[in-house]
């Protein structure tokens, strides 16, 4: 495996602003989505979820979850529309059990071994996520030419902690206890998640996907020396296959929480832009990762939810501080249930007119 030391040049030429600013241009004005943008903040999306059975039926139904995908775009008009979907169905394509459960969020059987899990029979797979492909396709179908599609997945470690945790976690200590004392085997799980999630975003390419966005949410958690085995190198053997594949499809990789490491991750994943956390100091990033390549962030979701001079301040100095260079704007994480609408068409206002 041949790390790509430098992030490689782009063959696609794009006409919608959230590609060009993937190819290197700089935009007065940056182009803006905002993650988790389709969601429970919004009353249309509560509508139609309380239709469907459950929280990964409204994920397979491709009615359904491409008209969520699209509700956030007829309120705010955002640059890039993103999948309905979760980084879940990869566990559950695997054979998993994956549910949601109201108020607890996601709940998982875990799994101590990769021998837990069936062998990886690529036909089914690819049966169980059809419907993902099939959303993607009739998305795509119904973008005006200034909107891109937004295809998505979580990257190896991030998914894998769901998977041996069984949800959410506060310390991690299974999913470490593991890694840190049988990295080897550990290994073999983050090797299937690579193939898998490989053979996933491929497919989405195929049915239309434009740009494709690899969510590491917990890279943050891991000492040094595992971050470069089981979050850089994962990350960057998907991006090296699906570029070998096609070069005309960039790809934004976030590492949320990497810190100091976010520059060397930056240079050696071969992504062609960043997602910065909310946490990285954007002039900072200006000097240390926008020179590498385009940056996407960084606004604090609690923030959209203070609104007002504070939500202000904080915009302007994002703005401002990455001004000089390719930048996406976008929050630092996922919007969060209690954003007040009026906050989001403020935020949009803003950066539409200044
Ligand atoms: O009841 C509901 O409506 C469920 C809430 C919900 C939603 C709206 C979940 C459960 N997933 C989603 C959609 C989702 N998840 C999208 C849709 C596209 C968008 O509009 O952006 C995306 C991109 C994701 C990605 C996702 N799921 C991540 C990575 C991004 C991040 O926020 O860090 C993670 C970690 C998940 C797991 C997950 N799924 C759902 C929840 C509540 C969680 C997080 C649990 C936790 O905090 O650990």
Not at 27 to 37: E, N, S, T, V
Not at 61 to 70: F, G, Q, S
Not at 182 to 198: A, H, M, Q, W
Not at 215 to 224: I, K, P, Q, T
Request: overall charge negative; some cysteine.
């Amino acid at each position: 495996m041949t790390p790509s030391k430098q992030t490689e040049k782009q063959t696609f030429s794009g006409t919608k602003p959230l590609l060009r600013v993937l190819q290197g241009e700089r935009l007065a004005r940056p182009p803006f989505w905002l993650m988790r943008q389709a969601g429970r903040y919004l009353p249309e999306y509560r509508e139609l979820r309380s239709k469907a059975r459950d929280f990964l039926d409204l994920c397979f139904r491709p009615d359904m979850a491409a008209e969520v995908t699209l509700q956030p775009l007829r309120r705010f008009g955002m640059d890039a529309a993103i999948l309905f979907s979760d980084i879940l169905v990869i566990p559950y394509a695997l054979g998993q059990k994956v549910e949601f459960q109201e108020g607890r969020g996601p709940v998982l059987e875990p799994i101590s071994s990769v021998d837990d899990l069936a062998v990886f029979d690529e036909e089914k797979f690819h049966q169980k996520l059809s419907p993902v492909y099939e959303t993607v396709n009739r998305v795509r179908e119904s973008l005006d030419e200034k909107t891109a599609l937004i295809g998505f997945a979580g990257s190896p470690w991030t998914v894998a902690t769901y998977m041996v945790e069984g949800g959410t976690s506060r310390d991690f200590a299974k999913i470490k206890t593991w890694a840190y004392g049988d990295p080897d085997g550990f290994e073999k799980l983050i090797n299937l998640l690579v193939d898998s999630t490989t053979q996933y975003l491929s497919a989405q390419i195929d049915h239309g996907a434009e740009v494709i966005q690899l969510f590491d949410s917990w890279a943050g958690v891991l000492s040094e020396p595992f971050f470069r085995r089981f979050v850089l190198a994962p990350n960057r053997e998907i991006i090296r296959r699906l570029r070998q594949k096609t070069t005309a499809v960039p790809i934004i990789a976030f590492p949320r929480g990497a810190g100091t490491l976010y520059p060397e991750f930056a240079r050696e994943c071969g992504a062609q832009a960043i997602g910065l956390d909310t946490t990285v100091p954007t002039l900072w990033a200006a000097e240390e990762i926008q020179k590498i390549c385009p940056v996407q962030g960084n606004l604090d979701p609690i923030a959209l939810v203070a609104g007002g001079d504070m939500m202000r301040r904080e915009l302007d100095e994002i703005l401002q501080n990455l001004s000089n260079g390719p930048h996406i704007f976008n929050l630092g994480h996922g919007i969060v249930p209690q954003t007040p609408i009026e906050h989001v068409e403020e935020l949009v206002r803003i950066l539409r007119e200044g």
